[in-house]
């Protein structure tokens, strides 16, 4: 039983930081794709960071040089720093795993329950 828990949410002024965690239980960290999506109201969910089992990291153009995706294997968990925050960067955050395909929503089997960023 795979299971996947967002952490690390909340309420940010405008060029402020978070930290999300995700911490995943019966699931290998090094196993297919692993990610960060986003959902904002009224829109699809986007990639903004993936890292695929040879490491190799990928993102979002509008996240690149702000987020930064990394991963404690010894702790099962995958981070996302998320630095000058902007407010089209509010919106539901979701860690994802089982991906087949880094930056494709509909490629991965396992998610999160997500946890809110607001960016005001």
């Known amino acids: 039983h795979v299971q996947l828990v967002e952490s690390g949410g909340g309420s940010v002024q405008v060029g402020g930081s978070l930290k999300l965690s995700c911490v995943a239980s019966?699931?290998?960290?090094?196993?297919?794709?692993m990610g960060w999506f986003r959902q904002a109201p009224g829109k699809e969910r986007e990639a903004v960071a993936t890292i695929d089992k040879d490491g190799t990291l990928t993102y979002a153009d509008d996240v690149k040089g702000r987020f930064t995706l990394s991963k404690d294997g010894a702790k099962n968990t995958v981070f996302l720093q998320m630095n000058n925050l902007a407010p089209n960067d509010t919106a539901m955050y979701y860690c994802?795993?089982?991906?087949?395909?880094?930056?494709?929503?509909?490629?991965?089997?396992?998610w999160g329950q997500g946890t809110q960023v607001t960016v005001s």
């Open positions: 994802a795993a089982g991906g087949s395909l880094p930056l494709m929503a509909s490629r991965y089997i396992y």
């Open positions: 019966g699931y290998d960290l090094s196993y297919n794709c």
